[in-house]
Structures are given as C-alpha cells and as structure tokens.
C-alpha cells in the first residue's frame, strides 16, 4: 500500500512559478513510476507528466511541455513538479500518481486507468 500526499498548490499570478511536492510513504516508492495528472472544473482528468522508477525517462502533455519538469528523489519518497510560465488555463487541482507496473512505452503511463494510488490533489491557481 501506498499513500500519496501532495502539497505546494496556491494562488500565483500568471508567469509565475510553483513547485509541487508528493510525498510517498512505502518502502517501494522508488521502484514505481510516478506521474501528475490535473482536473479543472468541468474538464475532466488530464495528464500532465510522469516520470519512471530511476529518474532516467520523462514524459509530458504538449500543454506543459518546456514549462513544467517532472523529478524525483528516491532517497527521500518524493517527487516534484516545476511548474514555470504559469497560464490560467493551468488552474486545476493537481493529483499525484503512482504506477507500480513497468510499461513497455512511455506513452502508456499517460493513461490514468493504469495508475493504482492516488493522492488527495492540491489546487493550483493563476489569475490573469
């Protein structure tokens, strides 16, 4: 079992920056494929980023792609979303991710059924 506990979401003025936090609890946290998703009013849940066991392969929605970067410490549970050039259209609750399957292709983690734990969400929003 893993539990998933986001934090760092707030009110920023678009440009701004925020930096995301999932922490993890479980001692397998760093053999598993983290992601983020986000959902905004009456939209429906979106992927944003992910990010496999070892750091080494990363994936992004084109939505985020050169604004946002997806990390993580293994040493320490926890991964991380950079989040720069902030947009309104970036307003959502954010949802921390994870995936303990190995997937043959990056694009597969993209798809949120796959993923077995979720955290709670942290809402992110940017004002014009």
């Known amino acids: 079992q893993v539990q998933l506990v986001e934090s760092g979401g707030g009110l920023v003025q678009a440009g701004g920056s925020l930096r995301l936090s999932c922490a993890a609890s479980?001692?397998?946290?760093?053999?598993?494929?983290m992601a983020w998703f986000r959902q905004a009013p009456r939209k429906a849940r979106e992927f944003v980023a992910t990010?496999?066991?070892?750091?080494?392969?990363?994936d992004y929605a084109d939505s985020v792609q050169g604004r946002f970067t997806i990390s993580r410490d293994n040493a320490k549970n926890t991964v991380f979303l950079q989040m720069n050039s902030l947009k309104p259209e970036d307003t959502a609750v954010y949802y921390c991710?994870?995936?303990?399957?190995?997937?043959?292709?990056?694009?597969?983690?993209?798809?949120?059924?796959?993923?077995?734990?979720w955290g709670q969400g942290t809402q992110v929003t940017v004002s014009s």
């Open positions: 479980g001692r397998t946290f760093s053999s598993y494929a």
């Open positions: 990010i496999i066991w070892s750091g080494g392969a990363t």
């Open positions: 991710a994870a995936d303990p399957s190995n997937r043959a292709t990056m694009s597969l983690y993209r798809d949120s059924s796959r993923y077995a734990y």
